[in-house]
C-alpha cells in the first residue's frame, strides 16, 4: 500500500552511508527534493522499521501520528468556537483519501502538517519564538507550508512590528541553517537547488486541478506566471480589506505597536493563516492526490468562520462532500478538476463576503435649527 515509503528509505539511506553531496541522494522515484529535516525525521524512522522493511510499524506510527495530528487541530478549533460539532464528525471518519495519505500511504506531507498544526496552537498561546521554531521545521519537512508564510509574516508584523518580528525572522532561518549545515558544507548550491527548487516541474498524469487543460498549457511556463501572479494578487487584496482591519494604512504595521495611533483589533491567527494557506491551494500549479491533506483539516474552519444561518448549514456540509468526492477520484477527469475549482472558489467567495468588514454607523449631521422655547421658560 506505499507509493513513496521505498523512494524516502533509500533517499536517507544514502545519507546514513555518509553521502552528504545532496545532489547524489536518489530514490527509485528520483533524486531527493525535500529539505533536510525530512532527511533526520525519515532517518529516525529508517532504523525503528529495520531500515525500512517493516511497513506495517510504520503504518501504526503513522496511525499514531494521525490521531495526534487530529488531537492538535480540534484544540485549535475548541479556540476558535466557530465550527459546530456535528462537522467533526466528517473531518474524522468521512474522509477516505485523508486515511490513506496517513496510514497507508506513508509520505511526508502529513508529518509537516502536523508540526504546523502544533505551531498554530503555540501561536494560539503566545507563545511566538517556539511556534516560529517549529513552523520552520515543518518547513525543512516540506516546502508547501511556506503557503502559511505570507500570513505569519503579516502576524507577526502586526504584533510586534517590523523590528520585533525580525528576531522571529531569525529563528526561522536559523533553524535553515542548522539543519542544513551538513550538506551546506558539502555542496551548497547542490542542496539549496534540490531541496528548494520552486520552479520544479509536475507531471500531468498526476494532476488533480488541471486535468481539464491541454499538456503543454499546464506545463507552460507563461501559465505558470498567471497563477504565480494570481497568488500573489489574492494575498494583497486579503491583506489589505480582510486581515487589516486598522483604521491606519497598512504600513502602519511597519511601526512599533506602542507608537500606533489606532490600536489594532484582535485578529484571528487561525484566520489569517489557513486564509493565507488556501490561496496558495487555489492558484497551485498542480495538486497530487496526497496533497489533499494540505489544506483538509482548514476546510470546515474556512466554511464556517462567517456567520451562517441555520439553511445554510446543509450547503456547506455538501460543499465538503464534493470536494471529497474531487479528491477521490482516480484518475482526476475533466469533470472532477472543474468541480474542484468550482467549489474553492464558492470558499473564496464566502470568505471575502462574509468577513467584509461591516458599515460605517452614519451620524446624521446635527441640525442648525435652534433648540425651541416653551412658554414657561418665556
Known sequence: TEIDWKAYME??????????????????????????????????????????????????????LYLLNLLLVFRIYCRTNKVPPYVFFFMCCASYRIHSIFVLRLFNDPVAMAILFLAINLFLE????????????????????LL????????????????????????????????????????????????FDLGRQFQFKWTVNWRFLPEEVFQNRAFHAILLLAHLAGLGLFALHRWHRS???????????????????PLTIVFVLFSSNFLGVCCSRSLHYQFYVWYFHTLPYLLWCTPTTKLAHMPKVLLLGVIELCWNTYPSTVCS????????GLVLLQLWYGTAPPPAP???????????????AQ
Open 126 to 145: 503566545e507563545h511566538w519564538s517556539w511556534g516560529c521554531l517549529l513552523f520552520s521545521l515543518a518547513v525543512s519537512v516540506k516546502m508547501n507550508i
Open 11 to 64: 533517499e536517507v539511506e544514502g545519507f546514513a552511508n555518509g553521502t552528504l553531496d545532496y545532489t547524489q541522494l536518489k530514490g527509485d522515484t528520483g533524486p531527493l527534493v525535500y529539505p533536510a529535516g525530512f532527511v533526520y525525521i525519515f532517518l529516525s524512522l529508517y532504523y525503528a522499521t529495520d531500515h525500512g522493511t517493516d511497513i506495517r510499524l510504520a503504518q501504526y506510527l503513522f496511525a499514531g
Open 247 to 265: 483604521k491606519e494604512s497598512i504600513l502602519a504595521l511597519l511601526k512599533d505597536p506602542a507608537e500606533r495611533k489606532h490600536a489594532s483589533p
Open 362 to 376: 452614519h451620524t446624521p449631521p446635527p441640525s442648525r435649527r435652534p433648540a425651541a422655547i416653551s412658554k414657561k
Open 148 to 195: 502559511f508564510g505570507p500570513g505569519l509574516l503579516f502576524l507577526l508584523l502586526q504584533r510586534f512590528g517590523l523590528l520585533g518580528c525580525i528576531p522571529k525572522l531569525c529563528i526561522c532561518a536559523l533553524l535553515q541553517v542548522v539543519l542544513g549545515l551538513p550538506f551546506l558544507l558539502v555542496n551548497p548550491v547542490g542542496y539549496l537547488t534540490r531541496s
Open 337 to 344: 478538476s472543474l468541480s474542484l475549482h468550482i467549489c474553492h
